[in-house]
């Protein structure tokens, strides 16, 4: 199994900064990709930005220039740099990763708030 453990929410002020990290633990695992999502109240989880392990990064377009995504693949880890933070970017964010124990799938981690007032 594949564990992740989220960091760096709370609560920002619109036009803000928060950085997000994601530690991914575990035995004998291999990580093909990481990245975030967020879903808000009434809404369907939404794709905020992947990284893989070769540094192809995609976003989501709603964060598009605001939002950095960056990997450290000797710690396992994903971080979540969010610029200009509007209110309608308040959800929880959730870490996620595509890794091989005895077969690949998506691990998630616990999710972490994030909330921007206006």
């Known amino acids: 199994q594949v564990q992740l453990v989220e960091s760096g929410g709370g609560l920002v002020q619109a036009g803000g900064s928060l950085r997000l990290s994601c530690a991914a633990s575990?035995?004998?695992?291999?990580?093909?990709?990481m990245g975030w999502y967020r879903q808000a109240p009434g809404k369907q989880r939404e794709l905020v930005a992947r990284?893989?392990?070769?540094?192809?990064?995609n976003y989501g377009d709603s964060v598009k220039g605001r939002f950095t995504i960056s990997g450290d693949n000797t710690e396992n880890t994903v971080y979540l740099q969010m610029n200009s933070l509007k209110p309608e970017d308040t959800a929880v964010y959730f870490c996620?990763?595509?890794?091989?124990?005895?077969?690949?799938?998506?691990?998630w981690g616990q999710g972490t708030q994030v909330t921007v007032s206006s």
């Open positions: 996620n990763c595509y890794a091989f124990v005895t077969t690949w799938r998506i691990y």
């Open positions: 575990g035995n004998s695992f291999s990580i093909n990709a």
């Open positions: 990284i893989t392990a070769g540094g192809s990064t």
